[in-house]
């Protein structure tokens, strides 16, 4: 991975003619909660302003692991509508999902964890993330789902985070999103910033598109992007460097 100097971002950017951001939110646009995980990461005014100067000049668009509805609580309207948001991982684009498929298996899984203080559930319509950041054993937590994963291997797969565990339906991923944008944006230059192993299904696909993939800080080990920043405001400054060309 090569590290993306703010010189680098504008060699690169300055071949192409029609460009196209995408974004992960938790860890890419705003810094990670420590806690509360699910609720808390607001959304800087700051952060609103520079997007909604980017958007102006190239299309946007946020691609999170959060319920849609989850994140425009987060967002607060301080976005311009322009914005395209993607929730669930690309399940949901731009429109809140009322797909209840899942409910009952869901609900199930919660149940096994329900008596467990030092699990944040995160229920959505078609997932379940259980986070367990300030889990004492992990390890114990990590061994139990697994188990329990196998059982629901047809309907789910695990998609496993930093610090959380996902059940979502086995062709759910970030790489739809992608897919979705790049068909409205056709001959775009795409780029995504990401920061979790969630982001490799969008790396994957900006890679094959020709893009530019990018992962903020090396936390994760096997990230699949092309190159490097360390940290969510050295992608802010990456934006003000193309909005000042
Ligand atoms: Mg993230």
Not at 85 to 101: I, K, P, R, V, W
Not at 168 to 184: E, H, Q, W, Y
Not at 214 to 242: E, F, M, N, P
Request: proline share 3%.
């Amino acid at each position: 991975m090569q590290k993306l100097t703010p010189q680098l971002f504008k060699d690169l950017l300055s071949k192409q003619s029609k460009i196209a951001f995408c974004f992960d939110y938790d860890g890419t646009l705003v810094e990670l909660a420590k806690e509360n995980i699910v609720h808390a990461a607001l959304f800087p005014q700051s952060t609103a302003k520079l997007l909604n100067e980017l958007v102006k000049k190239a299309p946007v668009a946020i691609i999170t692991g959060r319920e849609l509805k989850n994140l425009k609580a987060l967002l607060d309207n301080q976005l311009d509508p322009a914005i395209h948001l993607y929730g669930t991982h690309g399940a949901e684009m731009g429109e809140d999902s009322d797909d209840n498929q899942y409910e009952e298996e869901l609900n199930k899984i919660r149940a096994i964890f329900t008596e467990d203080p030092d699990i944040e559930f995160e229920q959505k319509r078609i997932s379940i993330t259980i986070h367990y950041l300030n889990h004492p054993q992990p390890q114990e937590l990590l061994n139990k789902l697994r188990e329990l994963a196998k059982n629901y291997s047809k309907i789910f797969r695990i998609q496993e985070g930093r610090d959380f565990f996902e059940f979502l339906p086995v062709n759910v991923n970030k790489g739809m999103a992608i897919l979705d944008a790049s068909r409205k944006y056709l001959d775009h230059y795409f780029l995504y910033f990401g920061d979790d192993l969630t982001d490799n299904f969008a790396f994957n696909e900006v890679n094959k598109l020709d893009g530019l993939s990018c992962q903020v800080s090396a936390r994760i080990k096997d990230g699949q992007a092309g190159y490097l920043i360390d940290k969510v405001t050295d992608l802010h400054q990456l934006i003000a460097c193309y909005l000042d060309q």
